[in-house]
Structures are given as C-alpha cells and as structure tokens.
C-alpha cells in the first residue's frame, strides 16, 4: 500500500515562476523525502527532512513538514525548464522488522515551460 | 561518486522464462531494495535485504524471489515471467542509522523489462 500521496497529480507553469508540490501521508513517519526522476531514469534524492523538522532548504528547493496534519509541501523557486522532471515524497514510517522500506507516492509530473 | 549499477538498461524475454535483474552498489550499504515503476501507479516495493542472506517482502512480492550473497549484490528473480511482469525495474541502496531509519536512497538507472 502506498503510503504518500502527491498533489497534484501534474503542474504545468512557466520558467521563472515557482512550482509547490504537495504530499499527505497516513501513519506516523521517521522521515519524508523527496526524488526527483527525469523521464526514464532512475530517481535523484533531493532532500530529506526528519519527523522533528519543520522546513529545511537546499540551493532553489524548500521542504516542510507538518506532522499534525501529516502533510509536508516541495516548493522549487524561480524554476527552469531543466526542472521539468517527475517529483515522489517517500516515507519511512517503520518499526521493528519494517524500520527498513521506503514507500513512495505515484508523483507529480511538472512541466517549466520556456 | 557513488554508484548502483542495474547489469540491463532494457530487456526482452518471453512468457514463462526465468529471468534475472542484477544490481550491485559500491557504497558498502545495509540495506537494497528493488521496486517496480507503472504508469500512473508510481513507484512499488516488491523486495529488500537488511543483510546479507536477510530478505524481507514488499508490497507486491507475488512472482518474484530475491537473492543477496554478498554485500553489494542484490537479484531479483521472476520465476516464470508472464506480461503483466512488464515494466521498470529500480533497484537502490542505502545505509541506515544507529537506530535503524533510512538515509536517502541512491537508485541505479533502471531496467525496462518487456515480456512477450
């Protein structure tokens, strides 16, 4: 069973504007992550934020996360069309003998139109 | 750089064959996983290995075994494939913490298998 959702399920903006992917999750989790996956490719990691961590950056990306509502959000700011790529969050939600699997969302497709 | 290198990039076998998906990584990592991508159903665990010898079920583990002899190699195995085997394959790695969560997954480039 998958256990992050992304929203929505394709975005389609214009290069230079910024593009805020959204993921909800069901059980409680160690930590969310977020890959990014050019078409055909394997996935890239992008960040990784811990279940006590409310937002952290890297370069042009910022991740939160709100465990209250089980929820964290991708914003990627002033996008490029090199940004056009497929984007999943991934949980890791176990413990004891499940502490090990990462489950992934279906993605969101975005595209940054030149 | 780190690596996780899957032996196929694309593959072609026909129903009822055994097939085998090799993926070795150089990273000295606990823990590797193989996942199966469809459209529109993203990205499903079908098996990892926590160690040597050590396996456990994903998800969708129906049709497949895995095998993990050594450290950095990890097989999937599909019995007797059939079409509906068809897709991409990932396999990743990643070390683990002192308390047992992952770190970030690296994922090799992935094996397209059709099955005919």
Redesign the interface.
């Given at each position: 069973s998958q256990q992050g959702e992304e929203d929505p399920q394709a975005l389609s903006i214009q290069e230079g504007e910024n593009a805020t992917m959204n993921c909800s999750y069901k059980t409680s989790i160690n930590n969310l992550q977020w890959y990014r996956q050019n078409s055909g490719r394997g996935l890239v990691h992008l960040i990784l934020i811990r279940s006590n961590e409310r937002e952290k950056h890297s370069g042009r990306l910022r991740v939160t996360l709100d465990t209250s509502k089980k929820s964290s959000s991708l914003l990627i700011t002033a996008s490029r069309a090199a940004d056009t790529a497929s984007y999943f969050c991934a949980t890791d939600a176990g413990s004891g003998g499940s502490n090990y699997k990462l489950t992934f969302g279906k993605g969101t497709l975005l595209t940054v139109n030149p | 750089d780190v690596k996780?290198t899957q032996s196929s990039r694309y593959l072609v076998k026909r129903t009822g064959e055994k097939v085998f998906l090799e993926c070795v990584q150089d990273m000295d990592h606990e823990?590797m996983?193989w996942?199966r991508q469809d459209p529109?159903?993203?990205?499903?665990?079908i098996y990892?290995s926590?160690d040597v010898k050590m396996k456990?079920k994903?998800?969708i583990p129906e049709g497949y075994s895995v095998s993990r002899e050594k450290k950095e190699r990890f097989s999937l195995i599909l019995e007797s494939a059939s079409t509906n085997q068809t897709s991409?394959y990932?396999c990743?790695s990643?070390s683990?913490r002192w308390d047992?969560?992952?770190?970030?997954?690296?994922?090799?480039?992935?094996t397209?298998l059709s099955v005919l």
């Open positions: - | 996780v823990n996983f996942y529109g159903l993203g990205l499903r665990l990892f926590y456990e994903g998800d991409m990932l990743a990643s683990i047992r969560i992952n770190e970030k997954l690296f994922f090799g480039s992935g397209q």
